[in-house]
């Protein structure tokens, strides 16, 4: 079985606020439209225009509608990869050593070559962020761009997760975890970041900001009436056929 490091140099991870993102699913296609075309082997589709169509994926986002004890129902939207866990079960269970956690930055990754598709990994996960690409029979995960973030030949903006660089509403977030002064750090401590599902031991590297109350709104001095600029008289004295129909009927 594969061993986990006693400890990484840094924690690469993601943030993802939950406040701001709007489900549009940028992330997904950005993920699998990178993924395809370079680390590892293609994430392949079946039958992608039949009746049943199904395919592989490394990030998915997923709709829930939660009811706050106070105010109205909400809807989330809730994207969901591999958490690149400290204490990762994906990795110890794997018999060939083809998964395994770096030193250096704390990413989990799968050897393809050494990979047998046994599919022990995806029952270890407690997240469901596996997934047996059905054509090359090899297990794949979200790698964060690997071979993006430390492409000297990319632009700097562009050497971050294709998933962050192209979010559009900026809900989610990419640094090191394990430095408390760095922006993700500080995020996660201001919005008070959680874990996901912090009972299963896994430590996850990758934090959640939760959602505000979205029907309360804090006043400073008076109620406000968000109607009252269309509300407001246009002019204050008649004018034209109003003004001849005003002193019509004054005359009644």
Known sequence: MTQLPTHTDKKLGLVIDLDTCVG??????SCKGWNTENYGAP????????ADPSGTFLNRVHSYEVQPERGEAQLIHFPKSCLHCDDAPCVTVCPTGASYKRVEDGIVLVNESDCIGCGL??????????????????????TLCVDRIYNE?????????????????GARHFGDLGDPNSDVSQLVAERGGMDLM????????NKYLPPRPK?????QSEEI???APFLDPIAT??????SWLDKTLEKL
């Open 24 to 29: 549009c699913h940028a992330c997904v296609i």
């Open 43 to 50: 994430l392949s589709d079946q039958d992608p225009y039949g």
């Open 121 to 142: 990994c995806a029952w270890a996960c407690p997240y469901g962020a596996r997934e047996l690409d059905q054509a090359e029979g090899v297990m794949k995960k979200c």
């Open 153 to 169: 030949n990319l632009p700097e903006v562009d050497r971050t997760p294709s998933c962050v660089r192209t979010c559009p509403a």
């Open 198 to 205: 912090p009972e299963l031991g896994t430590k996850p590297v």
């Open 215 to 219: 029907d309360q709104l804090t006043l």
């Open 225 to 227: 009436d968000i109607l």
């Open 237 to 242: 004295e008649p004018r034209g056929f109003l």
